[in-house]
């Protein structure tokens, strides 16, 4: 079965430092995401990409965070300036099509910022 | 904006049924979801059910939904040992682009 792959699944950084998580989504899929879920909470959107560009972004995504398709495989999803309430675990998702269930979450890459 | 609540934790004995119970607020919902997460790994689709069914089966699963009370509800039967995890709630409106709105997760712990 397709899956979507992260990498890496533990990335440990200083506070200040910028991070690009990774991710490949399932190759027949339009439609992508990042959430994340800090430790003992909610799983949060932060961000929905199709056609190259951000669609929809939540509050938590701000001018520290970007989002980038740089080769029609990847999916990254940078944050400039690491602090330490960026600690979380961080799901990339894809979705086929518009108006399908179809989502597939990645198993996460778990980011501590020190 | 749209909320999903859900209770923290339910414990059962092994082959009992477990009920885990979730609201939303946002009527024009229109898929919702089960995620079933285990300990230190991802989101794993369980099933999901379409805003104009009332209930929908799948094995040991059983999804009711009741739009009027706007309330979700995930039975295990015959729950198992494995079945301990953390189950997430979550609902989309494909007319507000797509995304998953998750409730805080119901920590199911099976005792044998």
Known sequence: EPEVTQTPSHQVTQMGQEVILRCVPISNHLYFYWYRQILGQKVEFLVSFYNNEISEKSEIFDDQFSVERPDGSNFTLKIRSTKLEDSAMYFCASRKVDRDYGYTFGSGTRLTVV | ?112
């Not at chain 2, 923290?8 to 979801?33: A, M």
């Not at chain 2, 999804?63 to 079945?83: C, E, F, M, P, Y």
């Open chain 2, 1 to 112: 904006g749209e909320d999903v609540e859900q209770s923290l934790f339910l414990s059962v004995r092994e082959g009992d049924s477990s009920v885990i119970n979730c609201t939303y607020t946002d009527s024009s919902s229109t898929y919702l979801y089960w995620y079933k997460q285990e300990p230190g790994a991802g989101l794993q689709l369980l099933t999901y059910i379409f805003s104009n069914m009332d209930m929908k089966q799948d094995q040991r699963l059983t999804v009711l939904l009741n739009k009027k009370d706007k309330h979700l509800s995930l039975r295990i039967a015959d729950t198992q040992t494995g079945d301990s995890a953390i189950y997430f709630c979550a609902v989309s409106n494909y007319n507000q682009g797509g995304k998953l709105i998750f409730g805080q997760g119901t920590e199911l712990s099976v005792k044998p």
